[in-house]
């Protein structure tokens, strides 16, 4: 089998990509270790920004987040017992949508099955080979045959835990990591949200989030200890704990109901540098995690696809290498700044175990600083809406 640009995973960053090259005409093909219901079954966040609603537009997969997204021009951060809007539409003229990531992977999903693109499911063991060649090649195991793919290139989209970035040879990669003294506990249930836009509270007894994915199912998470387990959250437990945690308003109007998903994830910041190793290149996960305060991992996903999928449309097109060899570092400025937003977020909003009272005085000050000044706001809402790409 031969293609031109061969892609390992299938989440939000292969499909994307593999659509993106779809449109201008490159042909590929996609491997996923997991089935397409696998896939699809996996909860994660669902903020958009306006920079990744137009690429699933220029694909032609945005109508239904049109249809049933919910645009946000605000969100609330809660300290103290009070809660301080900040008006991302005023303060940039830009807004996010709320559409989970599953709608989003659903979508590119169909459009690509549309388009007839052959992706394999179920593919195992799959091994990326020659990548510092001219001509790299891919090998996977699918029913108990082995099967070959030689291609121009190959993108690794496979995620934190994939293969890719973990064929590359010791030594060829510089590798960035804070990992957080806390998880994320996060239920999903058929209730109306809280409030209208997203609250981020900074809590004595650690940080919660109400977020939603639509105007009749509602995502809440807590701060939890890396050593709790689900099983020690009944839901009756969940709600107490997060009325404890909301603003006086925000406790009396939850509405809780039986919860429809529960999980808890760590936290983590992580960066490998480079993002191409002679014809492979990573995308998303597979080169940078976020923490998910702030929601950009799906979101840089995106961008990396499209700045690749400019790449190999310009050495296709043009028979130019130079977006192919300026990926990396573009790619990684505008992950950095992602990083360093997320971070920023997670540090001013969690309890942190070893900062103490000086600790959580300081968050205190940057949070009400924060809410006043229209500088520091504008900041806020310019990395939350999305720096440009
Ligand atoms: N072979 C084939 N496929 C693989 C392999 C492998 N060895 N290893 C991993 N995969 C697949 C996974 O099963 C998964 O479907 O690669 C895919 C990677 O998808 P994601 O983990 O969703 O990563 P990405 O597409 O970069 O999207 C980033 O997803 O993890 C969230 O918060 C993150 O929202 C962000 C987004
Ligand atoms: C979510 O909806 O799951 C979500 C939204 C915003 C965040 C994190 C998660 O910052």
Same mark, same amino acid.
């Given at each position: 089998?031969?293609?031109?640009?061969?892609?390992?995973?299938?989440?939000?960053?292969?499909?994307?990509?593999?659509?993106?090259?779809?449109t201008y005409g490159i042909d590929n093909i996609i491997l996923e270790r997991q089935t397409a219901e696998y896939v699809l079954g996996r909860i994660r966040a669902g903020l958009l920004e306006e920079g990744t609603v137009k690429l699933l537009d220029e694909v032609g997969v945005g109508g239904r987040a049109h249809h049933e997204g919910l645009v946000h021009n605000g969100i609330e951060l809660a300290f103290g017992g009070a809660r301080h809007r900040i008006d991302m539409k005023g303060l940039t003229g830009k807004t996010v949508m709320i559409y989970?990531?599953?709608?989003?992977?659903?979508?590119?999903?169909?459009?690509?099955?549309?388009?007839?693109?052959?992706?394999?499911?179920?593919?195992? *063991?799959? /091994?990326?080979? +020659?990548?510092?060649?001219? $001509?790299?090649?891919?090998?996977?195991?699918? !029913?108990? %045959? @082995?099967?070959?793919?030689?291609?121009?290139?190959?993108?690794?989209?496979?995620?934190?835990?994939?293969?890719?970035?973990?064929?590359?040879?010791?030594?060829?990669?510089?590798?960035?990591?804070?990992?957080?003294?806390?998880?994320?506990?996060?239920?999903?249930?058929?209730?109306?949200?809280?409030?209208?836009?997203?609250?981020?509270?900074?809590?004595?007894?650690?940080?919660?989030?109400?977020?939603?994915?639509?105007?009749?199912?509602?995502?809440?998470?807590?701060?939890?200890?890396?050593?709790?387990?689900?099983?020690?959250?009944? *839901?009756? /437990?969940?709600? +107490?704990?997060?009325?404890? $945690?909301?603003?006086?308003?925000?406790?009396? !109007?939850? %509405? @809780?109901?039986?919860?429809?998903?529960?999980?808890?994830?760590?936290?983590?910041?992580?960066?490998?540098?480079?993002?191409?190793?002679?014809?492979?290149?990573?995308?998303?996960?597979?080169?940078?995690?976020?923490?998910?305060?702030?929601?950009?991992?799906?979101?840089?996903?995106?961008?990396?696809?499209?700045?690749?999928?400019?790449?190999?449309?310009?050495?296709?097109?043009?028979?130019?290498?130079?977006?192919?060899?300026?990926?990396?570092?573009?790619?990684?400025?505008?992950?950095?700044?992602?990083?360093?937003?997320?971070?920023?977020?997670?540090?001013?909003?969690?309890?942190?175990?070893?900062?103490?009272?000086?600790?959580?005085?300081?968050?205190?000050?940057?949070?009400?600083?924060?809410?006043?000044?229209?500088?520091?706001?504008?900041?806020?809402?310019?990395?939350?809406?999305?720096?440009?790409?």
């Amino acid at each position: 089998m031969r293609t031109k640009v061969a892609i390992i995973g299938a989440g939000p960053a292969g499909l994307l990509l593999g659509q993106l090259l779809h449109t201008y005409g490159i042909d590929n093909i996609i491997l996923e270790r997991q089935t397409a219901e696998y896939v699809l079954g996996r909860i994660r966040a669902g903020l958009l920004e306006e920079g990744t609603v137009k690429l699933l537009d220029e694909v032609g997969v945005g109508g239904r987040a049109h249809h049933e997204g919910l645009v946000h021009n605000g969100i609330e951060l809660a300290f103290g017992g009070a809660r301080h809007r900040i008006d991302m539409k005023g303060l940039t003229g830009k807004t996010v949508m709320i559409y989970g990531q599953t709608e989003v992977t659903l979508d590119l999903m169909n459009a690509r099955k549309a388009a007839g693109l052959s992706t394999v499911y179920q593919a195992a *063991d799959v /091994r990326p080979y +020659d990548f510092d060649t001219d $001509r790299p090649r891919l090998t996977y195991v699918k !029913d108990g %045959i @082995t099967h070959e793919i030689d291609c121009d290139f190959i993108a690794g989209c496979d995620g934190f835990h994939g293969i890719s970035r973990a064929s590359v040879k010791p030594g060829a990669i510089e590798e960035f990591e804070r990992v957080y003294p806390f998880g994320w506990l996060g239920i999903l249930s058929e209730t109306p949200p809280v409030s209208h836009e997203l609250i981020y509270n900074n809590h004595e007894r650690g940080f919660a989030l109400c977020t939603m994915r639509s105007t009749h199912r509602s995502r809440y998470y807590l701060q939890c200890s890396l050593d709790d387990h689900v099983d020690n959250w009944p *839901d009756e /437990r969940f709600w +107490d704990e997060l009325k404890r $945690r909301l603003d006086p308003k925000a406790a009396s !109007d939850l %509405i @809780t109901g039986p919860s429809i998903e529960k999980s808890i994830a760590p936290l983590r910041s992580y960066v490998a540098e480079p993002m191409r190793f002679g014809r492979m290149f990573l995308a998303g996960d597979a080169a940078h995690i976020v923490p998910p305060t702030g929601a950009k991992g799906l979101n840089l996903a995106a961008s990396d696809a499209h700045y690749l999928a400019g790449a190999f449309r310009e050495y296709y097109d043009e028979q130019s290498s130079a977006g192919i060899d300026h990926y990396s570092t573009t790619a990684l400025s505008r992950a950095w700044k992602a990083v360093r937003f997320s971070w920023w977020m997670t540090s001013m909003l969690h309890k942190f175990p070893d900062t103490g009272t000086f600790g959580a005085r300081i968050q205190v000050a940057e949070l009400d600083y924060v809410c006043r000044s229209k500088a520091a706001m504008t900041s806020l809402a310019e990395n939350y809406t999305g720096l440009p790409f």
